[in-house]
């Protein structure tokens, strides 16, 4: 999918002095939003390659920044997880000061990058006017933000409804009962995690600020396809370090319930339905399914997910805002 961003807005400096603040590659960091912690990696010649963190995970970008006669500058990414992103800025005089005028196209295989990306945009556009004192600091507002309290009612009513499933009558079709079963694995899978991490790192003092919704840590695997890492969606929760009194264990308690509950909640699921009916082939094919859940989260976390964090968190004292 293709989406074009175009911003034009008045600055009141000279050309040379907004040419100047775009061209430095160190400013990046006060017009992103300070969630996303963007930094210059490393710099040759015209090549750049920044870090910054979205949807819960890290990633790295690297692009290029030509100038063209008359103040302006091209950008064009090499590697963006998010596809491709063309950028063009060009600054002219007006009055007594200057206009900007910015043209964005974004290529991606995400079919809501446009959505988010426009988000980070206008809050970028904000923060250059303010650092040039023309627009007050701005707030960014994530929209893939949710508050504890909705997200733990989300949490709650897809564990609820997974078990609900396995009560209601079923309709006469074939697979029905595979696919009920299936559908209330899913919603244990999906929901018990950050649940789990809420629960059990409240009873051990690590504070939380909010859900959110991000990406998987299975893309830190290297599994997912290129033109598909920015697609496996989960549910996060952010943890509020400043007032949080956990001890290391306690982090380590909080990062470990999360994948273990992942592994065995639904594995509830199969064991009920063999429960009910010790000879049924859905029962035998969640239970395979259930299994192979728990191999694969025993060999990723340890890696690359919750696990590997609940190491960290013993090896020293959590020193950062972290997500879970």
């Keep these: 999918m293709r989406w074009t961003f175009r911003f034009t807005y008045e600055l009141p400096a000279s050309p040379g002095e907004v040419y100047g603040f775009f061209r430095n590659v160190e400013n990046m960091g006060k017009a992103w939003p300070p969630d996303m912690k963007m930094r210059l990696v490393s710099a040759e010649g015209n090549l750049y390659t920044v870090g910054f963190r979205f949807l819960g995970q890290a990633f790295t970008a690297r692009f290029r920044v030509d100038d063209q006669p008359g103040m302006k500058q091209h950008h064009e990414t090499l590697e963006f997880p998010f596809g491709g992103l063309r950028h063009t800025i060009a600054v002219e005089p007006s009055g007594s000061g200057s206009r900007v005028v910015e043209e964005m196209t974004l290529n991606s295989s995400n079919p809501f990058a446009g959505f988010f990306f426009r988000k980070i945009l206008e809050y970028r556009e904000q923060a250059i006017k303010h650092s040039f004192g023309v627009a007050e600091n701005p707030v960014y507002r994530d929209p893939l933000s949710i508050s504890l309290a909705a997200g733990n009612f989300v949490s709650l009513l897809g564990a609820f409804a997974a078990y609900g499933l396995q009560l209601a009558p079923l309709p006469p079709l074939p697979g029905a009962r595979f696919i009920a079963g299936l559908v209330s694995f899913m919603l244990l899978w999906f929901f018990t995690h950050d649940l789990a991490h809420y629960a059990v790192g409240r009873l051990a003092g690590v504070r939380f600020s909010n859900y959110y919704l991000g990406l998987s840590n299975i893309v830190r695997l290297g599994l997912v396809p290129r033109q598909f890492k920015t697609l496996p969606v989960a549910l996060g929760i952010k943890i509020d370090r400043l007032n949080s009194t956990a001890t290391p264990r306690g982090y380590a308690a909080m990062y470990a319930a999360g994948p273990i509950a992942s592994m065995l909640f639904p594995l509830t699921i199969p064991l009920i339905m063999l ?29 690359a997910g919750c696990i590997a964090k609940a190491r960290k968190a013993l090896a020293k004292p959590v020193s950062r805002p972290q997500t879970a």
């Design 275 to 303: 429960a009910n009916n010790p000879g049924g082939i859905a029962g035998q094919l969640l239970l395979l399914l259930a299994a192979a859940n728990i191999v694969f989260t025993s060999i990723f976390s340890p890696k």
